[in-house]
């Protein structure tokens, strides 16, 4: 099956009953001529293995930007309300992480107004920051969190999804959106006429957060706390000034709340443009939720914000390729 063809079919799954459905049609994703390091190789079932995590026990704190006269800045589509919170870190992911902890504000300026960098640039640069990531956070490891997840694609990708953090699959392979949410996501991605490897993939903390199940006393994955989001996020907003990507896609209530400080759910906000430092943002459910709540409706609603996002980046239709 070519490319097309491929986009094509991805599209009808999104308009059937099997749009998001994860039994018949295994992924098979093109070759992708993107390489790099902690990246897919393009070939499918075939990974690069993440960068090794080094046992420091610094953390350094992200290297700022510098920054050049800030442009006028655009009519924002909304103005979300913003909440600042203190809460301390859950005792279940077994981190010394110093408490109360008070969440870091969001960046000011607009990304288009930082220090120009080129496409050629942000491997290395994104390379470079994975590394103080992992060194920063490798002393929070845990039994729970085994394994920094960075983030996974194109360092010049026009278009990043921002989930809420790693489960299971994604903290043994280092890589996020692997498992069955990944595998969702993976399909909405082709239904859009893109490829994994052309877009970029990040979450609001790298490490797992999860507690024991007070019935069946497995770990449960739950949302990430204010504490753990205060040590975590400031590397995704690095990863942001150095992708600057032309449209973000938040997947869920956590990613919406953390990158715009937003207090309203995330059932109102969904399908409405936002920003992000001068970066128009779309807010949809998390693949997961779809999974749980496998719905006509609800998978028309991402369907069209998917559909806004297209139009927003210059995307033609599948048919008309």
Known sequence: MDMQAAQYAARLWLQTDAAFGLRDVPLVLPKSTVSGEGKSTGRPGQTVTPLARPAYRSAP????????????????????????????????????IPRPVKLPPIPDGRLDALEAITDADKPQLLAKLQQQTIAA???????IATNVVFGDGDPAAKLMFVGEGPGIEEDKSGIPFVGRSGQLLNKMI????????????????????????????????????????ALNIPWLHRQIEIIRPQVIV???????????????????????????????????????????????????????????????????PAQQK
Do not use: C
């Not at 704190?61 to 510098?66: G, I, N, T």
């Not at 998390?286 to 297209?310: C, I």
């Open 137 to 143: 956070l490798t002393p929070y490891l845990s039994e």
């Open 190 to 229: 082709i239904a859009m006429g893109l490829t994994r490897q052309t877009v970029y993939i990040g979450n609001v903390v790298k490490l797992r957060a999860a507690e024991p199940d007070s019935d069946s006393g497995r770990l449960r994955d739950r949302p990430p706390t204010p504490a753990e989001v």
């Open 250 to 316: 938040t997947l869920g209530a956590p990613a919406l709340k953390y990158l715009t400080g937003t207090v309203e759910g995330i059932g109102q906000l969904r399908g409405t443009w936002m920003t992000y430092r001068g970066v128009p943002l779309m807010p949809t459910y998390h693949p997961s939720f779809l999974l749980r709540a496998y719905t006509p409706e609800n998978r028309a609603k991402v369907w069209g914000d998917l559909q806004q996002v297209m139009t927003k980046l210059g995307l033609q």
């Open 61 to 96: 704190q992200p290297p700022p930007m510098p920054a050049r006269a800030v442009a006028t800045p655009q009519a924002e589509v909304r103005r979300p309300v913003v909440a600042r919170t203190e809460s301390p870190l859950a005792g279940s992911q077994g981190a010394d």
